[in-house]
């Protein structure tokens, strides 16, 4: 987890942007979607969930896709938080957990960057979770499993390696990210290496 807190809110508004991030943007889950109501929601707690969503869902709004003023008292209002603004007060616990949790970051005093989607839960995470949620967990990603063919998840894995390696990770930070995933060794070694050799021949000007 990010060691960064949210010691005290010295504003009244924080400017709230988004937080891009090419793989988990295209891997992930909505802050608004079955999975992070059933699995996130148990790590972040409910008032951060809560607090994400409302924040996330600001960026739909006409005008609000590159960000908007947040109104610090009105949101604490409105999520049931009240409005002290001490370190200690809900609506600073819920703040500081988005950043603790990485789901959002503080750049100076007054701007948040907040990831529009959360990547799957890794597996340390998922032990965390109730044994009834781990047990869904689980029959989720084998229906995943019996979902996709082989070659979708191939297909799938070669695309987020790629992706990967254009964000500047090496070949073994790539295959170790794909496990994190849950992908099979096999093919998070070969998507690497795939990827890796496409990434070669796109500089030559083969592919």
Known sequence: MNANVIPVLPVDTLTVRPWPEPVVDQLGHDPRSHYVETFWLSILGP??????RR????????GN????????????????????RSRHSPFARALTRLVQFDVAQLRGDCVLA?????PPL???????????????????QDADLHVDTDAHMRHRAERLALSLLDLGEDVAATERQLLRWNFHPAVAREAAAWATAHRASRRDGVA
């Open 55 to 62: 924040i996330v869902g600001g960026f739909d709004e006409p």
């Open 47 to 52: 008032s951060t969930t809560w607090l994400l």
């Open 122 to 140: 890794n597996s340390w995470q998922v032990q965390r979770l109730p044994v009834s949620l781990r047990r869904a967990h689980r029959e989720l």
């Open 65 to 84: 896709a590159e960000g908007y003023e947040l109104d610090l008292a009105e949101t604490a209002r409105c999520l049931g938080l009240g409005e002290r």
């Open 114 to 118: 907040v990831r529009r989607k959360l």
